[in-house]
T-cell receptor
């Protein structure tokens, strides 16, 4: 089954404790991206990657890092999480040239206390 | 600035009626405009897109209309069903020529289907 898998689905952590949210896709997509979804603000892009070892900032990259060492994986790293990073995070993937038809993961609900 | 927004946060319709969800945009340079559906507890799901040089595109029970004169996008859902209950987002593809800056989403409209 074609899918984008995020882990964990739910996470509660404390301020300053480094964490990683993993994202994996099995569709051989070149393009992967991370979004955060907040009430009243919709989805905002954090980072994206057009292929292995190619990453770029989205609209709200501050406080986040990503890496793309393999085509299928695109982890999101919070080196020092803060409460304002409490949000619902989505990973998405697509073929380059077909970015409008993105496949989204189920989401990761992160709470930073 | 660039923005994609929706006119109403909530839309309630009777089952079987047609629904129209509206969206305004400000970035005339976008190549594509897209509609996504997000059901409770799930990630957004692609419904339909329309290229900026078109004014209408039809899918299965859905039609997207693009009015570039007034920068308005709408999604029409025919004969709404309980499974259509969700939040609907309009989005635009920021890059042109097949590039991949990503999608800019509006804030969403919650479609509620009344039995």
């Amino acid at each position: 089954e074609a899918q984008v898998t995020q882990n964990p689905r739910y996470l509660i952590t404390v301020t300053g404790k480094k964490l990683t949210v993993t994202c994996s896709q099995n569709m051989n997509h070149e393009y992967m991206s991370w979004y955060r979804q907040d009430p009243g603000l919709g989805l905002r892009q954090i980072y994206y990657s057009m292929n292995v070892e190619v990453t770029d900032k989205g609209d709200v990259p501050e406080g986040y890092k990503v890496s793309r060492k393999e085509k299928r994986n695109f982890p999101l790293i919070l080196e020092s999480p803060s409460p304002n990073q409490t949000s619902l995070y989505f990973c998405a993937s697509s073929f380059v040239g077909a970015e409008t038809e993105a496949f989204f993961g189920q989401g990761t609900r992160l709470t930073v206390v | 600035g660039e923005s994609v927004g929706l006119h109403l946060p909530t839309l309630s319709v009777q089952e079987g009626d047609n629904s129209i969800i509206n969206c305004a945009y400000s970035n005339s340079a976008s190549d594509y405009f897209i509609w996504y559906k997000q059901e409770s507890g799930k990630g957004p799901q692609f419904i339909i897109d329309i290229r900026s040089n078109m004014d209408k595109r039809q899918g299965q029970r859905v039609t997207v209309l693009l009015n570039k004169t007034v920068k308005h996008l709408s999604l029409q859902i025919a004969a709404t069903q309980p499974g259509d209950s969700a939040v609907y987002f309009c989005a635009e593809n920021k890059a042109s020529g097949g590039g991949a800056d990503g999608l800019t989403f509006g804030k969403g409209t919650h479609l509620i289907i009344q039995p």
